[in-house]
């Protein structure tokens, strides 16, 4: 169900972060890793809206691929946020970095 989901993208996530350098490395680098989850987020959400857009004529789907696709958008979403925050970080000058937690 649903707890089973959410414990998978937990853990999905946890690969994902332990592997993000070399994803990062791999896909070309800090930039194009935010293109790239980017452009799976805009094509896990346009998916999204075309499989549960409430039209009459379209077959009821249930809930299994909306939660597929939601795990699958959760693992865009992780490398997404963690190197926006690494490039934001990175952009402040040393000086002005007193109020980061372990700096």
Do not use: E, I, W
């Not at 070309?28 to 094509?43: D, F, I, K, N, Q």
């Not at 009821?60 to 959760?74: K, N, T, W």
């Not at 490398?79 to 926006?84: G, S």
Request: proline share 6%; glycine share 12%.
């Amino acid at each position: 169900g649903l707890g089973a989901v959410m414990s998978a993208a937990f853990f999905g996530n946890a690969l994902v972060g332990l592997a993000l350098g070399h994803l990062s490395s791999a896909l070309g680098g800090a930039r194009r890793t935010v293109g790239c989850c980017l452009a799976a987020m805009v094509a896990g959400y346009a998916a999204l809206a075309a499989a549960y857009a409430p039209d009459a004529s379209a077959p009821q789907l249930g809930a299994l691929p909306f939660l597929g696709l939601s795990l699958a958008l959760s693992l865009a979403q992780f490398p997404l946020a963690t190197t926006l925050t690494a490039l934001s970080t990175a952009a402040v000058p040393p000086r002005l970095k007193g109020t980061l937690v372990g700096a």
